[in-house]
């Protein structure tokens, strides 16, 4: 049956036969089967590469930290240097095994 997007499997499934104990008990057991429901995972795992720039404040790192916890698949990457072009973030969250990037860049107050 579906029931909202989700879907299940049934699948029969034998227990293991007991050790007989004594010939009479050994005559009589029969083997049962039980409806078994395999669960199928409907969503993958999309993982966030959270990165920043050289000279961010603690205010920044803060709300990074904040952010590392909120998200549940997300990953801490060093700092980027700015002077890379910004192409190569999407290049290091492949190589990190992420399908996303969040970049956080530090410029100077005026």
Known sequence: DEE???KA???T???PEPEPESAPAASSSKAVTYAQVARRTTHTKKKLLVLSSR???????ELM???LKLLPHAKKEPKFD???PIGEIAEIAELAGCR?????????MK
């Open 100 to 108: 996303a990037a969040l970049y956080f860049e530090a410029r100077k």
């Open 9 to 11: 499997k049934v699948v």
């Open 13 to 15: 499934v034998e227990p």
């Open 82 to 84: 700015k002077s890379a």
């Open 4 to 6: 909202m997007g989700k």
């Open 65 to 67: 930290d904040n952010l």
């Open 55 to 61: 000279g961010v404040t603690a205010g920044f790192v």
